[in-house]
Nanobody
Framework: QVQLVESGGGLVQAGGSLRLSCAAS????????MGWFRQAPGKEREFVAD????????DYTESVKGRFTISRDNAKNTVYLQMNSLTPEDTAVYVC?????????????WGQGTQVTVSS
């Protein structure tokens, strides 16, 4: 099992940037694909981005392509989400997930989430 703790959320103006981090416990971090999801008020949770276990492959939802970058450091058991050119539509709770299979956009272990608020 993997335990995940997100950090880096906050309040930012439109056009600004934030970098989210997700620290994982356990020695098996490098065997998992990792992903970021988000849930806005009154909406269902949606996939944002994921990265394969060794970081060779990444995938993004269309609305964040070119603005967000997912990366990982297996030596630090950490996955990141660099978010640039933020808009109010990006406001949500961002949740990190460990995924046993890359490409399915399905998390198996979840963090608690970190709030991102983008003001106009």
């Amino acid at each position: 099992q993997v335990q995940l703790v997100e950090s880096g959320g906050g309040l930012v103006q439109a056009g600004g940037s934030l970098r989210l981090s997700c620290a994982a416990s356990g020695r098996t971090f490098s065997s998992y694909a990792m992903g970021w999801f988000r849930q806005a008020p009154g909406k269902e949770r949606e996939f944002v981005a994921d990265i394969s276990s060794r970081g060779a492959r990444t995938d993004y939802t269309e609305s964040v392509k070119g603005r967000f970058t997912i990366s990982r450091d297996n030596a630090k058991n950490t996955v990141y989400l660099q978010m640039n050119s933020l808009t109010p539509e990006d406001t949500a709770v961002y949740v990190c997930a460990a995924m046993t299979l890359y490409g399915l956009r399905r998390g198996d272990y979840w963090g608690q989430g970190t709030q991102v608020t983008v003001s106009s």
